[in-house]
């Protein structure tokens, strides 16, 4: 596992793990980016604690990738303890269909990880991340990595894109939950 921002920065004070926390996951059989954000508001309001990408063994058979990344992950979510995990939902491409097929064997891993570690989980349209960030549902790589560096204000774009996307789908995240919690208070209000 690579990281781009040090684990010193999640510790809150008496060096004990921030609470609150949403873990953002972009899932890969090669790469699986993640970023871990803080923020009681929306996406405006986050604040990137740590980010990085799970490097899988591309010779490796798919199961022990799939227990490499069960493993990676949850000394992350051991470590840091996030209430929240966003994924990325699966996105299929009538040309290639097996992809999603294999990307689901991941997936379910994060997902079900997530379940017995009693985290929330939100799924995420990549169409919504990127519509959130940029204003269009089909921004490119690039422009993601840009969008996420300005609002975080973060000195360089999140490198490799599994990064900028896992950041991404923790933002969208962050703003699904703030507006479920605005919904919520509107009902206790009127009633």
């Known amino acids: ?10 510790r ?18 090669q790469r699986t980016g993640y970023a871990l954000l803080a923020g009681k508001g929306g996406a405006r309001d986050a604040r990137l604690i740590e980010a990085g990408v799970v490097r899988l063994q591309r010779n490796q058979p798919l199961g022990e990738r799939l227990v490499d990344l ?6 992350l979510i051991h470590d840091h303890r996030p209430t929240v995990l966003a994924c990325e939902e699966l ?3 009538y040309k290639h269909p097996r992809t999603a097929i294999l990307m689901g064997h991941a997936r379910g891993v994060i997902l079900a990880l997530a379940a017995r570690s009693g985290l929330e989980i939100v799924s995420v349209a990549a169409t919504n991340a990127k519509k959130l960030l940029t ?7 690039r422009q993601v ?4 560096a300005a609002l975080l204000g973060l000195a360089e774009i999140p490198e490799p894109n599994d990064v900028a996307d896992a950041i991404a789908v923790g933002l969208c995240g962050l703003q699904l939950r703030h507006a479920a919690g605005a919904i919520e208070d509107a009902g206790r209000f009127s009633q």
């Open 135 to 141: 204003g269009s549902g089909r921004a490119s790589k």
């Open 1 to 10: 596992m690579s990281t781009i921002f040090p684990e010193s920065v999640t």
């Open 12 to 29: 809150g004070a008496g060096n004990q793990p921030l609470s609150g926390l949403i873990l953002g996951i972009d899932p890969g059989l």
């Open 70 to 75: 069960e493993t990676n992950l949850a000394a």
């Open 145 to 148: 990595q840009l969008a996420v």
């Open 91 to 93: 996105y299929s491409h």
